[in-house]
């Protein structure tokens, strides 16, 4: 993906925001930051951009005339994806995407993908935990810790990168690919932001989108969501159950974690 030359907007001056401002800024964009806040509000971080990185930061309402000029807009994920400025700049045939987006066209190696309505950072933390302890490099970010973006310029081809998704990230993914998805459950959350439940699980379910046969999509059959996404898959699709034994998939028999696969049992 070139940046070189590239005008774009970042909506948002938090954390993710401000990671991905100072991204493109040192890759050559030419990049305005904008928050609804007063400018003087913003943190110290975000108000140092304008200095050390020649960030534009803008508060308020965008002027049509400095939209007609952006062709790439990058979404927090605290900013709604039907936002004016990014409704418009889409409408002209511009790019919008999110910062784990924008992360994953910059990423080496392997990313394990963490969503659900509840238990993603112990399950991220899980994870990276048992890789480390395997000795493959890892690192963590996303929803938890770090911008997945701030992770980008230190991934290797051989390292894997476990990444906590939330439901807002994932609305603005286009090409994201985990290696391994993760969907640990889906209850009602966040309906203030979307329509219904329906659009919620929606976007929940836009981790598994750009997998493949190569992939691995991992459900918790135990969840009436997420059980029944297992049948449209196209990546390698593992259940896994806390209340039952299942014929095929990851269940708990007393304290003992069982894999049972094509009638045989680990």
């Known amino acids: ?34 928050d609804k806040k007063p400018v003087e509000d913003w943190s110290d971080a975000a108000k140092a951009l304008r200095t050390e990185n020649g960030v534009g930061l803008l508060s308020g309402d965008i002027p049509s005339w400095l939209l007609d000029q952006i062709d790439l807009v990058v979404i927090s994920p605290g900013v ?12 002209k045939d511009g790019e919008v995407i999110g910062e784990v987006e924008l992360a994953y066209r910059f990423m080496k190696g ?25 000795g493959i490099p890892t690192q963590v970010g996303g929803n938890i810790g770090n911008p997945l973006l701030s992770l980008a310029e230190t991934s290797s081809e051989e390292g894997w990168t476990v990444a906590e998704l939330s ?15 993760i969907c640990l459950n889906v209850t009602p959350n ?3 932001r979307y329509e219904g439940f329906q ?9 598994f989108r750009n997998q493949t046969s190569e992939d691995v ?22 259940m896994f159950s806390v209340q039952r034994e299942l014929d ?6 007393g304290r003992d974690l069982v894999c049972r696969a094509a009638g045989k049992e680990k």
């Open 1 to 34: 993906m070139k940046l070189q030359g590239r005008k774009t907007l970042v909506l948002g001056a938090g954390k993710s925001g401000v990671e991905s401002a100072r991204f493109l800024a040192v890759r050559g964009a030419t990049v305005a930051l904008h």
């Open 80 to 91: 709604p994806t039907n936002t004016i400025p990014a409704r418009y700049v889409d409408r």
């Open 110 to 134: 392997r990313i394990v993908g963490i969503t659900g309505s509840n238990g993603k950072t112990t399950t991220t933390a899980l994870i990276a935990e048992l890789l480390e302890n395997a």
């Open 167 to 181: 439901s807002f990230q994932l609305e603005t993914i286009k090409d994201f690919r985990p290696r391994v998805a």
């Open 190 to 192: 966040h309906l203030d």
């Open 199 to 207: 659009d919620y699980a929606a976007a929940k379910h836009r981790i």
């Open 217 to 238: 999509a991992i459900l918790n059959a135990d969840n009436e969501v997420t059980a029944s996404w297992a049948s449209g898959l196209r990546a390698n699709g593992v």
């Open 248 to 253: 095929d998939g990851l269940f708990l028999r």
